[in-house]
Structure formats: structure tokens, C-alpha cells
């Protein structure tokens, strides 16, 4: 498996996928908190904080598909790192 450390960080690849499904004119990073992603499409705007982890839109629909989309990268780009089994006293 590669290491970690080569997999990209995680609002790199949700700034990209979301490029790939709404555009690349309605997506933009935030140039003041590089971990907030704001998407504007058809007039409906929305944010994307904190790693993928908080969609902020009034519209249900495009932050159901904004959702899905940064849990679903969230779980592959930065996989939950496995329980360290402890040793057993003997």
C-alpha cells in the first residue's frame, strides 16, 4: 500500500472532484481559510468547511450531491488509520 504520506490532502481532491461535477467557474477555494470551498451553481450557493466535513447550502439537493461527494473522497483519500493492537501481558 503507498504510505500516507503520498495520498493528496483532502480539500485538494474535493476542490478537484467538485471542479469535475459542477465546473470549474463555480468552484473556488477560499483565499482566506484554505480548508473552505465555496461552489456557486444556478445562482445556490455553498460552502465546504473544514475538510469535506460541513456542507453550508440553503438548497437540499446540490448539498446532498456536495455531501456525498466529500464523505465518499473523505473515506478513500484519507482512509481511517487501522486500531493499533496492544500487546499482550503475559
Not at 68 to 88: D, F, Q, Y
Request: charged letters at 30%; hydrophobic letters at 30%; proline letters at 11%.
Amino acid at each position: 500500500l503507498p504510505k500516507p504520506e503520498t495520498y493528496p490532502k483532502i480539500e485538494q481532491a474535493i476542490l478537484t472532484a467538485v471542479k469535475e461535477v459542477c465546473g470549474e467557474d463555480a468552484v473556488a477555494p477560499d483565499p482566506e481559510d484554505e480548508t473552505t470551498i465555496k461552489v456557486e451553481v444556478d445562482d445556490k450557493v455553498a460552502v465546504i468547511s473544514s475538510g469535506g466535513t460541513k456542507v453550508d447550502c440553503e438548497d437540499p439537493l446540490l448539498r446532498h450531491l456536495l455531501s456525498t461527494i466529500s464523505g465518499k473522497l473523505g473515506r478513500c483519500v484519507a482512509p481511517e488509520k487501522p486500531p493499533t493492537e496492544e500487546p499482550m501481558e503475559q
